[in-house]
């Protein structure tokens, strides 16, 4: 169950400011029904460019029905430059807080707001800017950077809360964490170099793993292995110990000792065990 | 305010007579069933009567009946025994709508030297049987189907199924958790090898659930300890949960011998009258083919978390298949799977009943539910586009 704070209730179970402004002098809609949610927000203004009105229709959970009705609150007796200055991190503010999950909810409010202002002023739709790199949620690399930058944003999981993106086939995971890691000014570490080992390098690194990383685990649990011979890409091992009555040692040999010298020494070993 | 509790899917009220049976062992017959002195013995008399009246529901052997934590690790226990006992085979199948319990480990061993099929549904949730069959071959080492979905309440074909299965000797594993206890099962009858259940789904307590492996399947345990279980299952014995779900079961057996229609009568009624009530709305699942207990409901245009939550301030529990409930942003993989267009996916709520559920209950729910529904679509900025 979501911690919503009271006022998020209250704004959910008595919306105020629904409807339809039929002579409104800005739209903005936002969202859409495949992505479970979506907000359209109409605003009215007075002869000196205050907001007399606005109103909404949100589809979507209750903390975004919550953020749509908070957002029109906030905006009546505003001039569209103090409108403007509205962000996301305001809406929810104004609610309680929200759930990190939720903050996309808000985010949603913000959209609606600028899409508004930018009908009233006659500026044409803005072209979707960017390079989308979510493609679920249809969400541009611009949009991810000016969420991280102005959320402060350090993860993936961040992103997602905020914007949506890389919340579906999570594709794009690692295209989000490169504009993470751009925007905290951080250098991407260069893809590991494939390095060619000679069978005597491989053999040496392999002995040298197995001693350093995977006998001291094995010996946790009373078990031990020894190396038997490596065969081009294959790791003969003969499992001593505990290990060798162990019916989960066959887990042990392809889940641990195979990954690990997969991880540390050459991506293609396979390791096979010896019976004695 | 009372609780109208409608998701029994998700679990179910301990029953008073599960309770009372469960109690004294607490802190009367607190022994250690596996000790030498009486007092220890007498829990263990209790032990084998649960384990006796779990197999009696089944149509099983008490010996077949090994007791576990919960349906999660009655799951993983027969897949991962299957898998380290046919070290030579590595392809392993599935539904696309499992439970993550069967679901996720499945990915993992995906992601760990075997070869895996999910077999899609159709529209209703009905499985691909054809996609089923031809995808088995002498490399396949294990199938696990459940034999009832935990949202959309399709029942799926397991004895046809068994049959095929049982000529090609692969191993036949069944998630039953949402199964057992809501229909009769016979395994005399059926050939399958493995099956799982869970307590607090059949008004037993949590924490408990049991695995049957018919005699004669090749076993490895997970839990690798003590000799309990025969050594298949080590740690001691969660003695009261279990005589919890013993009890529980053979209430499930005397309620089935009945046939008793009551929980169909009232889900019907729920369905057909919201149905009636609220246009645009659809049955998600094949009809004919459905738990007696369980219907999901697609509101189009309006979004799951906020009937839930509308919901709940009238005291009705109920459940959905929306993202927004999960904290995921896409809603059930068993919805989209089935090919639940997003107009209807988001906006899915489950009710699942149990005996306990009262006629008033259900007429209260008819009352408050569609004035819920058109609030929310007045809300909507799709409603009136369509209307």
Same mark, same amino acid.
């Given at each position: 169950?979501?911690?919503?704070?009271?006022?998020?209730?209250?704004?959910?179970?008595?919306?105020?400011?629904?409807?339809?402004?039929?002579?409104?002098?800005?739209?903005?809609?936002?969202?859409?029904?495949?992505?479970?949610?979506?907000?359209?927000?109409?605003?009215?203004?007075?002869?000196?460019?205050?907001?007399?009105?606005?109103?909404?229709?949100?589809?979507?959970?209750?903390?975004?029905?919550?953020?749509?009705?908070?957002?029109?609150?906030?905006?009546?007796?505003?001039?569209?430059?103090?409108?403007?200055?509205?962000?996301?991190?305001?809406?929810?503010?104004?609610?309680?807080?929200?759930?990190?999950?939720?903050?996309?909810?808000?985010?949603?409010?913000?959209?609606?707001?600028?899409?508004?202002?930018?009908?009233?002023?006659?500026?044409?739709?803005?072209?979707?800017?960017?390079?989308?790199?979510?493609?679920?949620?249809?969400?541009?690399?611009?949009?991810?950077?000016?969420?991280?930058?102005?959320?402060?944003?350090?993860?993936?999981?961040?992103?997602?809360?905020?914007?949506?993106?890389?919340?579906?086939?999570?594709?794009?995971?690692?295209?989000?964490?490169?504009?993470?890691?751009?925007?905290?000014?951080?250098?991407?570490?260069?893809?590991?170099?494939?390095?060619?080992?000679?069978?005597?390098?491989?053999?040496?690194?392999?002995?040298?793993?197995?001693?350093?990383?995977?006998?001291?685990?094995?010996?946790?649990?009373?078990?031990?292995?020894?190396?038997?011979?490596?065969?081009?890409?294959?790791?003969?091992?003969?499992?001593?110990?505990?290990?060798?009555?162990?019916?989960?040692?066959?887990?042990?040999?392809?889940?641990?000792?195979?990954?690990?010298?997969?991880?540390?020494?050459?991506?293609?070993?396979?390791?096979?065990?010896?019976?004695? | 305010?009372?609780?109208?509790?409608?998701?029994?899917?998700?679990?179910?009220?301990?029953?008073?007579?599960?309770?009372?049976?469960?109690?004294?062992?607490?802190?009367?017959?607190?022994?250690?069933?596996?000790?030498?002195?009486?007092?220890?013995?007498?829990?263990?008399?209790?032990?084998?009567?649960?384990?006796?009246?779990?197999?009696?529901?089944?149509?099983?052997?008490?010996?077949?009946?090994?007791?576990?934590?919960?349906?999660?690790?009655? /799951?993983?226990?027969?897949?991962?025994?299957?898998?380290?006992?046919?070290?030579?085979?590595?392809?392993?199948?599935?539904?696309?709508?499992?439970?993550?319990?069967?679901?996720?480990?499945?990915?993992?061993?995906?992601?760990?030297?075997?070869?895996?099929?999910?077999?899609?549904?159709?529209?209703?949730?009905?499985?691909?049987?054809?996609?089923?069959?031809?995808?088995?071959?002498?490399?396949?080492?294990?199938?696990?189907?459940?034999?009832?979905?935990?949202?959309?309440?399709?029942?799926?074909?397991?004895?046809?199924?068994?049959?095929?299965?049982?000529?090609?000797?692969?191993?036949?594993?069944? /998630?039953?958790?949402?199964?057992?206890?809501?229909?009769?099962?016979?395994?005399?009858?059926?050939?399958?090898?493995?099956?799982?259940?869970?307590?607090?789904?059949?008004?037993?307590?949590?924490?408990?659930?049991?695995?049957?492996?018919?005699?004669?399947?090749?076993?490895?345990?997970?839990?690798?300890?003590?000799?309990?279980?025969?050594?298949?299952?080590?740690?001691?014995?969660?003695?009261?949960?279990?005589?919890?779900?013993?009890?529980?079961?053979?209430?499930?057996?005397?309620?089935?011998?009945?046939?008793?229609?009551?929980?169909?009568?009232?889900? /019907?009624?729920?369905?057909?009258?919201?149905?009636?009530?609220?246009?645009?709305?659809?049955?998600?699942?094949?009809?004919?083919?459905?738990?007696?207990?369980?219907?999901?409901?697609?509101?189009?245009?309006?979004?799951?978390?906020?009937?839930?939550?509308?919901?709940?301030?009238?005291?009705?529990?109920?459940?959905?298949?929306?993202?927004?409930?999960?904290?995921?942003?896409?809603?059930?993989?068993?919805?989209?799977?089935?090919?639940?267009?997003?107009?209807?996916?988001?906006?899915?709520?489950?009710?699942?009943?149990?005996?306990?559920?009262?006629?008033?209950?259900?007429?209260?729910?008819?009352?408050?539910?569609?004035?819920?529904?058109?609030?929310?679509?007045?809300?909507?900025?799709?409603?009136?586009?369509?209307?």
């Amino acid at each position: 169950m979501w911690e919503y704070t009271n006022k998020v209730k209250d704004h959910f179970l008595n919306p105020r400011n629904v409807g339809v402004i039929e002579d409104a002098d800005g739209i903005g809609e936002v969202g859409s029904l495949a992505c479970g949610d979506a907000l359209t927000l109409y605003v009215k203004l007075d002869e000196n460019e205050r907001i007399k009105d606005a109103k909404f229709q949100t589809f979507g959970c209750a903390s975004a029905i919550a953020s749509s009705s908070a957002l029109t609150e906030m905006l009546k007796g505003l001039t569209l430059e103090e409108a403007e200055k509205i962000t996301n991190e305001n809406i929810a503010d104004f609610l309680g807080g929200l759930p990190k999950e939720k903050m996309h909810c808000s985010v949603m409010g913000r959209d609606a707001l600028e899409k508004a202002i930018s009908n009233y002023r006659g500026e044409a739709e803005k072209k979707i800017e960017g390079e989308i790199v979510c493609e679920c949620f249809g969400i541009t690399d611009l949009e991810i950077e000016r969420a991280v930058r102005e959320n402060a944003l350090k993860t993936i999981e961040d992103v997602t809360h905020y914007v949506k993106a890389g919340g579906g086939c999570e594709s794009c995971h690692e295209k989000i964490q490169e504009i993470i890691d751009t925007s905290l000014g951080k250098e991407r570490p260069a893809k590991k170099k494939v390095i060619r080992l000679t069978n005597i390098q491989k053999i040496k690194l392999i002995e040298e793993t197995l001693e350093r990383e995977i006998k001291p685990a094995l010996k946790k649990d009373g078990g031990d292995i020894e190396l038997v011979d490596v065969d081009g890409n294959n790791v003969l091992v003969k499992l001593q110990g505990t290990c060798a009555t162990c019916s989960a040692s066959q887990i042990t040999l392809k889940h641990y000792v195979e990954s690990k010298l997969r991880e540390l020494v050459a991506p293609e070993l396979l390791v096979e065990e010896v019976q004695s | 305010m009372n609780e109208i509790y409608v998701d029994n899917n998700a679990t179910t009220q301990v029953s008073p007579e599960v309770l009372e049976e469960m109690l004294p062992y607490f802190n009367e017959f607190y022994g250690n069933p596996s000790s030498m002195h009486t007092f220890g013995g007498k829990v263990e008399h209790k032990i084998t009567e649960a384990r006796a009246r779990i197999a009696s529901l089944l149509g099983a052997s008490p010996e077949e009946i090994i007791f576990t934590s919960c349906g999660t690790e009655s /799951d993983s226990t027969a897949i991962r025994s299957v898998i380290l006992s046919n070290p030579d085979k590595k392809h392993i199948l599935t539904s696309r709508v499992e439970h993550p319990a069967v679901k996720n480990l499945y990915e993992y061993l995906s992601k760990n030297g075997y070869r895996v099929t999910f077999v899609p549904v159709d529209r209703k949730g009905r499985l691909d049987l054809d996609y089923l069959y031809e995808n088995l071959s002498d490399d396949t080492a294990l199938i696990s189907i459940m034999w009832a979905n935990n949202e959309s309440g399709v029942i799926f074909p397991i004895e046809e199924i068994s049959k095929v299965v049982r000529e090609k000797g692969i191993v036949f594993h069944t /998630d039953a958790v949402q199964a057992v206890g809501k229909f009769p099962i016979d395994l005399k009858a059926i050939d399958i090898d493995m099956l799982s259940l869970s307590g607090h789904k059949l008004h037993g307590p949590k924490g408990v659930g049991a695995l049957y492996v018919r005699r004669g399947t090749k076993y490895t345990p997970f839990m690798i300890g003590g000799h309990q279980e025969k050594g298949r299952r080590g740690g001691t014995e969660n003695v009261a949960s279990i005589i919890g779900l013993g009890k529980a079961c053979e209430l499930a057996a005397a309620y089935l011998s009945d046939n008793n229609n009551q929980v169909k009568q009232l889900r /019907d009624k729920l369905e057909n009258e919201i149905l009636k009530r609220v246009p645009n709305t659809i049955i998600n699942g094949d009809r004919n083919h459905r738990l007696p207990n369980t219907t999901s409901i697609a509101f189009e245009y309006v979004e799951g978390e906020s009937i839930l939550l509308m919901m709940d301030e009238f005291g009705i529990c109920a459940s959905s298949g929306s993202a927004c409930t999960s904290g995921s942003l896409e809603p059930s993989h068993v919805l989209r799977a089935m090919g639940v267009p997003f107009t209807a996916a988001h906006g899915s709520v489950r009710f699942s009943l149990s005996k306990y559920n009262t006629e008033e209950e259900i007429d209260f729910i008819i009352e408050k539910l569609p004035p819920i529904i058109e609030r929310l679509r007045e809300l909507s900025p799709f409603w009136k586009k369509i209307k």
